[in-house]
């Protein structure tokens, strides 16, 4: 955006200038094979079903679904899609900066009335051809969806995007959980939340039921609405997912908040 053909100066001219390569100009990023694409697919499918099957499981799911695949190959594919296997281990890595990773806040906690905890999220989201994130903001007490956003990269900017979003409309959460991804354990996002004063909490590392309400919601959102209707293209995901996230909020109801829906149990107390 910052270079312009028709500029006096030259572009290569330019590009000296900013401190970046003439090649990269002309650089078109390599899309997904058609395969990997469809082992992505399946992949999202089988661990919505079984969230805690890791990459020697999911290599055997692939295996037995006609696909032969190495554990290398099913982990890189694994990690671009964000699946991550829900299950107790010992904490040996850091997905992000050990100086950004902040401890559980939310154990024994009784979350009393909206805006008290929000829950943050990626998840990945297919189409016809291609795929995208997904970025969602849950009001714990209520269910109710404050905020997303769908993006074609994984960077921190975007989840920022949707907080700063979401504040904007609804107010700030006294807690924000999220899980230990690089998104999250991030100078900017952290130094957000601290603006904006808001404690931040982290699940520990691989325990699905830290972040449950999100984990819910994600294999609601696509069990009844992303594997019915695949589209083509990101307009179409963003108006079928708009579609889908205001009939969550306005009409689906919830048997763990006395079978109303979302926006009824937030406006009643918010």
Sequence with gaps: MMLCKDDELSL?????????????????PKGDSQENLKLMELMDEHHTLHPTHGI????????????????????????????HAHYPKRNLSKLGKAEYIYPYLLRGLQVIKPNQVWAI??????????????TAIIDVYSRYI?????????????????????????GK?????????????????????????????????????????????????????????PVDNGSELWAGINGYMNYYNKEKTHQGIGRQSPESVYRQVA
């Design 121 to 134: 999220d990626i998840t990945y989201i297919r189409m016809q051809k291609g795929f995208m994130y997904l």
């Design 173 to 229: 959460p006294e807690i924000l959980n999220s899980d230990q991804g690089s998104q999250f354990t991030c100078e900017l996002w952290v130094s957000t939340l601290k603006e904006l004063e808001v404690q931040i909490s982290m699940d520990g590392k691989g325990r699905a039921t830290d972040n449950i309400y999100i984990e819910r919601f994600w294999r609601t959102l696509k069990q009844d609405w992303v594997y019915l209707n």
């Design 12 to 28: 290569t001219t330019q590009c000296e200038l900013l401190g970046i390569s003439k090649s990269g100009l002309y650089y078109t």
């Design 146 to 170: 404050v905020g997303w956003g769908l993006h074609n990269s994984l960077h921190a900017e975007n989840v920022v995007e949707v907080l700063n979003r979401a504040v904007g409309t609804y």
């Design 56 to 83: 020697l499981q999911m290599q055997d799911f692939l295996f037995a679904s006609g696909y032969l695949v190495n554990h290398k190959r099913v982990r890189r594919l694994m990690r671009k899609a964000r699946i």
